[in-house]
């Protein structure tokens, strides 16, 4: 079984000495025996989406080959910069660009943003899954609301205890919302999330190169679900979701 | 090798969790390959620290694998005498547990001061939740001024870990824990090269959180036998007694 990463990242951070380069990445992947991952640069989140979705690319390209660790680029795009972007999104499928990935929580802007809703509709029109931070309260009932527009799989990331009644409630309400797995670390949530939504809606995500993905991987495969329920969550859904065979 | 944990909750929290009780807890502890572990009442922690320091030394009876934490708070300096006047004689309480978020009192208060100073006449372990640069230095200056009372830092301190590293280098009484919701891969490791293997230990956050969470984090190291088992379990059997 190939265990397939929904949450991973690459670049710099300003406000912690940490390493969070691409070679780290690539080794702490191959470490944990993590086949394929989906990736970008922080450059998009941080700085700039345009130069940071090519630096993704540029990232994913050269380590596209089975056999290492394989990673598949997500885009992001800064709803604050909205103006222009329908375009850029239109190309992003054509691209490569496998998933879009939205952070609120880090770039400060509310759910309740015309911009969102704009940016929102066009991934939906370029078919891309959608995955958005939600580690805050709040965050995944306004996703949840966003859903109701939409066609594409939704993917609530980082949920933690404090918003998890929140996010299963957001899933519950609509089976186009999936959780990934990385802030799961409440004794028995995995095995909670998969009774009350089903393992077909759960993404393992390690949070690399900053998190420990021993941690998250034992979150999921020291858990009571079945053999068959593990490996959906660990790579079988994110590659149902993305299309990636 | 053998794993004690020193930082551990027993009681029911605001979220989807399922482990509220001793039996549960001791039944996690075999899941996940604990011995014995130091736990600190969550009632008393986050609403009212007599009944649920009452609480507790029932529970405690309960196993012989569990040992406690008395809560304190800056708030009620009273209150808190007259509960380790209670307990700390009691041989399964072996250590004091102050949560400064949830009393709203910084270390620097005048009020944390005198219950810090009250909790080291006992010369028993204490485990402080406090975090933050600021934080930590003042938690270091006075751990550094009570030299009988080993003083842990719950979390490493948070965001002020690395200042949490060095201060624990430089004082001998301050020890780190490193459980955290996020389990990030490289503190730990900085930890012991900063401050040594003997001055980190093994800490959960159980019940709240998995201990699987803590096992990764470790595996994650790349530590020396000798050094694992001083984080796993040496250290806190000097601290604590088996």
Redesign the interface.
Known sequence: MEIFDAHTFFGAVPEEKTDCSLPTLLRELERHGIGRALTLSLKGVRYDAEEGNAETLEACRAHSHIGNPVLAPVATIDPRRWLGASEQIAGWRRAGLKAARLFPEAQGWPLDYLPLERILAEIDAAGLPVMVSAERQGTATQIARLAKRLSVPIILMEVGYWAFAEGLAAAQLDEKIHMETSNFAAPGSVELAAKAVGAERLLFGSGLPRRSAASALAMVTSSRLSASQQELILGGNLKRITRLE | MKVFDVHAHLGR?P?????GNSDDMVE?MD??GIEKCVVSSTMAVVYDMKEGNALLAGALEKSDRLLGYIVVNPNYLDESQAELQAYLENPKFRGVKIHAGYSRKSCSSAEMRELLAMAARWRKPLLIHAGGESEVRTLAEIARALPGMAVILAHGGG?GW?EAAAAAREVENFHLEFSA??????RIAEAVKLAGANKVLFGSD?????P??????M??VGLSEQDREKVMWDNAVQLFGE
């Open positions: 929290w979220f989807p969790i399922r482990a996690l899941r996940r965001g690395r919701s996020a389990a990030h891969r490289e159980m019940t709240l959180l998995d699987a969470i803590m096992f990764g984090m595996s994650d």
